[in-house]
């Protein structure tokens, strides 16, 4: 069965061709750092139109690149949540009259589990259970998965998402948008000893995060240090500094719950994804922390670890091949609880 897969819930255009048989065909890439970088963060309405401007073209252009006719595809999958509303709509009005018109079904895919089968891509995949890390702009999860649409619910966060974490932090150290790879670039030149920032909630059991007082702690330390500081290069050294300080707060702070998680599941395997899945040295890390306790990290290629159409064509893929589509009309939720998701078996 072969689907195309359409992403528009935030800031990036993705669409993708997956195949059940030969896996992904191809995907392709529209962002919109260009459309928002002059107002330092997503405008919801620049992001709705733009995404109405380049969701044909690219599907045009993935079908010139991979070969395949319109009428090979057998099924469409579009991000029906959560995200921004507007957004959102455009990929579900799009997906559903192109199905309607091919008279094929369609199917409204949630976005974070898009993001947690992503890895499903990659030729060493995971098997299931597994207990899943989901790190992106709106979202920190730790789940428990025993397969597609069997989520338990094992933590969260209670305030700021890691990726939102990061994007804030960045933007008060004077970063551009999109701030989290921003300041992972920038933490690189960083002196890791200079700063200790707290690892928020780890003193406790449970496994909650908390991120929003990291920020805080970043911009106390900013406006402390950078008092009678003149010297552009030491500005910018105090700059990387935090950065590293506050890169290095967080990993380890994921980390930690992390290997919390895997104690108490007993799970062999963790799967991380989501956009701050990019980290290097998330990644690192955690495979360090996996590979001591026995087991092993998953995460898809950095290209698949921010938003795309390819993770969003195999979610639907996955279950379409087990039957399920939506009626003729379409919806958005712009918020959708994974847990409400229904079971393959
Ligand atoms: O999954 P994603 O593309 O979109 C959402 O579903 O939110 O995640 C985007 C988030 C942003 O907050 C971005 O700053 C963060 O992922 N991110 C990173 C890195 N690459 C993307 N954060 C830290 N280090 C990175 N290398
Ligand atoms: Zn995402």
Redesign the pocket.
Known sequence: MLVLGIET??D?TGVALCDSEKGLLGHVLHSQIEVHAEYGGVVPELASRDHVRKTLPLIEQLLDQTGVQKQQIAGIAYTAGP?LVGALLVGAAIGRSLAWALQIPAIGVH??EG?LLAPMLELDRPAFPFVALL?????TQLIEVKGVGQYRMLGESLDD????A??KT?KLLGLPY????E??RLAESGDPERFRFPRPMTDRPGLDFSFSGLKTYALNTLQTEMEGLAEDGLRQQLRADISRAF?DAVVDTLVIKCRRAIKQTGAKTLVLA???S???R?RASMQGVMQKAGGQAYYPR?EL???NGAMIAYAGLQRLLAGQHEPLTFAARPRWPMTELASLV
């Open positions: 819930s935030c990036e995200g976005h974070m993001h790190v992106s702009g709106g979202h998402a890691a990726g939102e990061f994007d960045a999109p701030g989290g790879p300041l992972a890169e989501g956009g701050v990019a980290n290097r998330l950095p670890c921010t938003d």
